[in-house]
């Protein structure tokens, strides 16, 4: 690989991981930040664990219902 290659690579790396900061919903003053990314990473786990024990038990409720 040359120079030419590795700036590319950066760059697209750069460009990926402002893409996933925006999707986090991180703004742009905190974007490349590792600490806030990965805060909000485990934010959306949390939130993606709570949903599915709601759903867990709404499915749970209608099944014990008879529904």
Avoid: H, P, W
């Amino acid at each position: 690989m040359n120079v030419t290659d590795y700036k590319s690579m950066f760059e697209q790396s750069v460009r990926a991981l402002a893409s996933i900061d925006l999707a986090l919903g991180i703004g742009e003053d905190g974007c490349g930040d590792l600490e806030q990314t990965l805060f909000a990473i485990e934010d959306l786990k949390i939130l993606a664990r709570r949903g599915e024990s709601l759903a867990c038990a709404v499915m749970t409720d209608k099944i014990g219902r008879g529904v």
